[in-house]
T-cell receptor, first 115, second 113 residues
Framework: GAVVSQHPSRVICKSGTSVKIECRSL??????MFWYRQFPKQSLMLMAT?????????EQGVEKDKFLINHASLTLSTLTVTSAHPEDSSFYIC???????????FGAGTRLSVL | AQSVTQLGSHVSVSEGALVLLRCNYS??????LFWYVQYPNQGLQLLLK??????LVKGINGFEAEFKKSETSFHLTKPSAHMSDAAEYFC???????????FGPGTRLSVLP
């Protein structure tokens, strides 16, 4: 099956720093990638939809200046959490959609801890 | 608009017993339905999918699900639970050509020895 690589798997940073998370589709091209946030014992919350070569579409309530998304190629999307604060600590998961099968494949997730 | 409900946030079964995880959906267009499994501190792994072909879908690890349009359901089953099946299970719905997946709240499956 299709493989999505997400890096890093865990990051600990100081408050005020920025953190970049990468999401790569290893064996297929993904025009669309998604970024989710998952709080403990809860379902996934879609943050934004990332389309290759265009601006990301953010869900209501998600600060686009806080969570910068770049989808520069058909195999790579990045999420940068700018000026991170403790409340940004969470589990972030990306997925890539394999067209035209309409299936999303997920990365392993990144646990962000902001001190 | 689409939505998913999963009855039972936590299901416990004995090892070797039948696993039944419930998923009901709402969709104004023909749905595509998915079951994903999530192990602790990991991403989601696709178990199986329904995309308008056969209504009984077989997936990995012995799981299967049946699409029932009349009941708007897509329940996940496995004849005999294994300890390694203990995880969080998410049902999701989208549509052909649809970009967004809508996830259910998840069901935590515990398998007792």
């Amino acid at each position: 099956g299709a493989v999505v690589s997400q890096h890093p798997s865990r990051v600990i940073c100081k408050s005020g720093t920025s953190v970049k998370i990468e999401c790569r589709s290893l064996d297929f091209q993904a025009t669309t990638m998604f970024w989710y946030r998952q709080f403990p014992k809860q379902s996934l919350m879609l943050m934004a939809t990332s389309n290759e070569g265009s601006k990301a579409t953010y869900e209501q309530g998600v600060e686009k200046d806080k969570f910068l998304i770049n989808h520069a190629s058909l195999t790579l999307s990045t999420l940068t959490v700018t000026s991170a604060h403790p409340e940004d600590s969470s589990f972030y998961i990306c997925s890539a959609q394999e067209d035209p099968k309409n299936i999303q494949y997920f990365g392993a997730g990144t646990r962000l801890s902001v001190l | 608009a689409q939505s998913v409900t999963q009855l039972g946030s936590h299901v416990s079964v004995s090892e070797g017993a039948l696993v039944l995880l419930r998923c009901n959906y709402s969709s104004s267009v023909p749905p595509y339905l998915f079951w994903y499994v999530q192990y602790p501190n990991q991403g989601l792994q696709l178990l199986l999918k329904y995309t308008s072909a056969a209504t009984l879908v077989k997936g990995i690890n012995g799981f299967e699900a049946e699409f029932k349009k009349s009941e708007t359901s897509f329940h996940l089953t496995k004849p005999s639970a294994h300890m390694s099946d203990a995880a969080e299970y998410f049902c999701a719905v989208t549509s052909k050509g649809g970009q967004n997946f809508v996830f259910g709240p998840g069901t935590r499956l515990s398998v007792l020895p």
